[in-house]
């Protein structure tokens, strides 16, 4: 059963989720290479945009609503440092609450399948 799992339910789902969230939020907004993309983006939308991201990542129930990876970062022209520096945040935010290696690495896996969606728009 558990091998059936997603990540989301292994982990706790939205509860986890939500500290993971903060975390994750708190390192990306700590970090110069890519707090500026947030400049103007208000904490409400922040969230939310940290939950979805966080959910998908994890395999949870697919909240996102909104248009496709393209559009959400059309005019951001983001970069593969960019990318990584995310990635490595999710990274740290999830070994920060004790996931395991293999998760994360699988985790992290699934991420990576968005990189041509979100760069260069
Ligand atoms: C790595 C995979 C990524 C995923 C899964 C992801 C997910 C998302 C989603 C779902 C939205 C739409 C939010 C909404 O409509 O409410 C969004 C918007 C956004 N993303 Fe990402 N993102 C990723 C990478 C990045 C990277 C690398 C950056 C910049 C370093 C970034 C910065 C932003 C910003 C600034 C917004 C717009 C926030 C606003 O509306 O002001 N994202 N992202």
Redesign the pocket.
């Known amino acids: 059963m558990e091998a059936n799992m997603s990540l989301y339910e292994k982990f706790g789902g939205e509860e986890t989720i939500a500290k993971v969230v903060d975390h994750f939020y708190d390192r ?1 907004l700590a970090d110069d ?2 707090n500026h ?2 400049e ?3 904490m409400e ?2 969230r ?3 939950t ?2 966080i959910s ?2 994890l395999g949870g129930p697919n909240q ?1 609503t ?2 496709t ?1 393209a559009k ?2 059309a005019g ?1 022209n ?1 970069q593969p440092e ?2 990584s ?3 490595e945040h ?1 990274h740290g935010a999830l070994a920060h609450f004790g996931v395991e290696e293999p998760d994360i690495a699988q985790t992290l896996t699934k ?2 399948t ?2 041509d969606d ?2 260069y728009k």
């Open positions: 990306i290479t890519v993309f947030f103007n983006t208000d939308k922040q939310r945009h940290q979805k991201f998908f990542a996102y909104g248009g990876m959400a970062h951001m983001l960019h990318f520096a995310i990635v999710l991420v990576a968005l990189r979100i760069l």
